[in-house]
């Protein structure tokens, strides 16, 4: 193998970690810095310090070409090119926050020890940002330092996958030696055209529209979201099935099947900052970005319409017990932020209802965010005895739950499957009232009891039964 460039990544969350990792993969000696000392700590003793499949396997393959060190002194001095990979959460007005980001940028050397060093933006930044910290560059005599935008693309729960195999790798720079080192270090995932053995296409272009590609991308990924859930609220209303629907759409070439399901909204950090910060990008530039406002509002209804589906079926929610399965923002990840059952088990507090709650791995997070719920240690334990049941957050491990033991151990019958990933017919042949996301009009208590005459005797035994304990 040729000798590979080594690297520097500052801020070793989901995307700086996996892209250290990655590059270690690829080959590189990589440096890995964080202001957070313990996670340093649990890093250099080989522990993932966050649930990202894959991530502890590479961490340990690679043990001895990846370094941490929470000095960026360390970085500095044995990498030119250092990725940029802080958060950038939104502030109070819900711009993006680039504090850390100018922190970074303000510790680099000056003068000629910035010379041949450049700084790869990973973090996801507003267009124009690139622009503002070469300018902060020469007032601080850093003109030697040079910029590229290197967006990431990867998905939470299949991050490392992804950035292995991406659909795209972007390189926004002034077409200078540090775009092509970049390029360079990209370049095995890259397609043969651009001599690489894999199947990456490769988009190299200016910075403010490396930087834009990223914005952009996340908010027409939201927009289809919150498009197909508002198509599932119509179907709701006239009795068609949203899966069918999107099924039908997305084999269309030109829309495609993928996030075209339907469900409680999205979360995570990325979708909900970075549609808002696009919005308020074009605000501050006099431009009224209508139709992002729309997504967010749609998304902030999603989440809580569920609870009027609870009341419809359980009236007054207040002393009900309502079981939540799952709580990150999609499976595979122990990510909280931006997830739909804050705000779910929120409303359902307020409106009196208690709530018992399970996830497979993401329950400490959950329980530092909302200490008030009760947690336990398995699905089944946060079904016994509930009222009803809402299925947030997809695992395969309650998609794989007995039914049967689920309604014996209920003590009312409704499942509302907010991902609409259950088997409804699964679901019903064992006396629970299956309730999906915009999949026809809603039953009303009567039809629910008619839908289960329907699948016989035993499925007819068990509804009555747990209908009667609903209602008690
Ligand atoms: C990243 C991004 O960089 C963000 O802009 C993008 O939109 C989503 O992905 P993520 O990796 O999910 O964020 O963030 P997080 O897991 O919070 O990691 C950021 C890391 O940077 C943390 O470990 C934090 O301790 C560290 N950090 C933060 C620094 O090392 N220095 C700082 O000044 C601030
Ligand atoms: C997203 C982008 O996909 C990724 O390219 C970017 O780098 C970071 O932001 P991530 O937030 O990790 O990735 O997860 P993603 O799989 O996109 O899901 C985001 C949310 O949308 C989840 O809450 C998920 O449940 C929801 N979602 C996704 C839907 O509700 N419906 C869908 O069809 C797809």
New binding site residues.
């Given amino acids: 193998m040729t000798e590979r460039e080594p690297i520097g990544v500052i801020g070793a969350g989901y995307v700086g970690l996996v892209t250290a990792a990655g590059f270690a993969e690829l080959g590189s000696e990589a440096w890995c810095v964080d202001v957070d000392a313990e996670k340093i700590s649990r890093l250099r003793a080989g522990e993932s310090p966050l649930y990202e499949p894959g991530l502890q396997e590479l961490l340990e393959k690679h043990s001895e070409r990846m370094h941490f060190s929470t000095a960026l002194a360390d970085a500095l001095e044995h990498t030119r090119l250092l990725f940029v990979a802080v958060g950038t959460p939104p502030t109070h007005s819900g711009d993006a926050d680039l504090s850390s980001v100018y922190e970074v940028v303000e510790s680099l050397p000056a003068g000629d020890s910035a010379a041949d060093r450049a700084i790869v933006m990973k973090s996801t930044v507003p267009c124009g940002t690139g622009e503002s910290i070469k300018r902060a560059f020469k007032e601080s005599g850093r003109e030697r330092l040079a910029y590229v935008s290197c967006p990431?693309?990867?998905?939470?729960?299949s991050a490392v996958a992804d950035f292995l195999h991406p659909d795209r790798v972007v390189i926004g720079d002034d077409r200078d030696a540090a775009g092509e080192a970049v390029l360079e270090l990209y370049r095995p995932l890259l397609a043969r055209e651009h001599g690489g053995s894999a199947s990456g296409a490769l988009v190299r272009t200016d910075i403010a529209s490396a930087e834009m590609i990223k914005l952009a991308?996340?908010a027409f990924?939201a927009t289809k979201?919150s498009f197909i859930n508002e198509i599932a609220n119509v179907c709701e209303e006239t009795g068609a099935d949203v899966v069918e629907v999107a099924r039908g759409m997305g084999l269309d070439e030109r829309i495609g099947p993928k996030?075209?399901?339907a469900?409680l909204?999205?979360?995570?950090s990325?979708?909900t900052k970075d549609v808002s910060a696009l919005k308020l990008l074009a605000g501050n530039s006099g431009y009224h970005f209508q139709l992002l406002a729309a997504v967010i509002e749609v998304n902030e209804l999603q989440k809580r319409r569920v609870v009027a589906r609870l009341q419809r079926h359980l009236g007054t929610l207040a002393g009900k017990r309502v079981a939540l399965l799952g709580l990150a923002?999609?499976p595979n990840t122990d990510d909280m932020r931006g997830a739909s059952s804050l705000v779910l088990a929120a409303r359902l507090q307020a409106e009196g209802a208690h709530v018992r709650a399970y996830d497979p791995v993401a329950q400490e997070q959950a329980r530092a965010l909302m200490p008030t719920l009760e947690y336990v240690s398995s699905a089944l334990e946060a079904l016994a005895g509930a009222d009803a049941a809402v299925l947030v957050t997809e695992w395969p491990e309650l998609l794989a739950l007995d039914w049967r033991e689920v309604a014996a151990t209920m003590s009312g019958n409704l499942l509302v499957d907010g991902r609409n990933a259950l088997d409804r017919a699964a679901l019903e042949a064992a006396g629970l009232l299956y309730e999906g996301i915009g999949r026809g009009a809603p039953p009303r208590a009567g039809d629910a009891h008619a839908r289960a005459e329907q699948q016989g005797e035993r499925a007819r035994d068990s509804v009555s039964v747990r209908a009667a304990g609903a209602g008690a």
């Fill in positions: 990431e693309f990867l998905k939470e729960g991308s996340n990924l979201i996030f075209l399901h469900g909204g999205y979360g995570g990325c979708f923002f999609k």
